[in-house]
């Protein structure tokens, strides 16, 4: 089991640049899951999906952020245009959506807008 | 709206000391509750989570916490730590519609002394 895989695990990039995190969630999970870490913030979930269908995306902050999920084993976090503040660590998070199943999470991206 | 509240944002402790972090959500409903560990440089990992059943859950490595309806509590407790046991811990409740919809508290920092 080799996990949920996050890419890249750090990204530096000007403001107004578009960025692009990569999420392979574990193998038969059907539910996957965006959450952006900050000091001030905590944890905070961006948006999740189940059977690749975004259910709730209530966290996104603004319009400038976007998922996809086009199939089982991928999904995408997209900002354009990045700004400073949206430097943060953000982690995908997978799980089998039913029952007791925990939720597993990938190592992160840090990213870093200058 | 739902929160969790980790009433210590640093706790440092020498080793064999006993542990108790702290954790207040507030939600009227039924609840699910975790406690998630993040040891420096790696993922989250689930240390233990309450349904229902036995307020007192087990989890690994020696944690345990105490689900008090009545004080909408759930603390994390650890009879004696050891230097591993240096890590952020982040009690989170569930929100629903999905076992990973999560809403985290701000965590708490353990630093044990060797």
């Known amino acids: 089991d080799a996990g949920v895989i996050q890419s890249p695990r750090h990204e530096v990039t000007e403001m107004g640049q578009e960025v692009t995190l990569r999420c392979k969630p574990i193998?038969?999970?059907?539910?996957l899951f965006w959450y952006r870490q900050t000091m001030m913030r905590g944890l905070e979930l961006l948006i999740y999906?189940?059977?690749?269908?975004?259910?709730?995306d209530s966290g996104m902050p603004e319009d400038r952020f976007s998922a996809k999920m086009p199939n089982a084993s991928f999904s995408t976090l997209k900002i354009q245009p990045s700004e400073p503040r949206d430097s943060a660590v953000y982690f995908c998070a997978s799980t089998m959506g039913q029952g007791t199943s925990p939720l597993h999470f990938g190592n992160g991206t840090r990213l870093t807008v200058t | 709206a739902q929160s969790v509240s980790q009433h210590n944002h640093h706790v440092i402790l020498s080793e064999a000391a006993s542990l108790e972090l702290g954790c207040n959500y507030s939600?009227?409903?039924?609840?699910?509750l975790f406690w998630y560990v993040q040891y420096p440089g790696q993922h989250l990992q689930l240390l233990l989570k309450y349904f229902s059943g036995d307020p007192l859950v087990k989890g690994i490595k020696g944690f345990e916490a105490e689900f008090i309806k009545s004080k909408f509590s759930f603390n994390l407790r650890k009879p004696s730590v050891q230097w591993s046991d240096t890590a952020e811990y982040f009690c989170a409740v569930n929100k629903g519609g999905s076992q990973g919809n999560l809403i985290f508290g701000k965590g708490t920092k353990l630093s044990v002394k060797p």
């Open positions: 999906f189940n059977n690749n269908v975004p259910i709730d």
């Open positions: 939600y009227g409903g039924t609840v699910n």
């Open positions: 193998s038969g999970h059907n539910s």
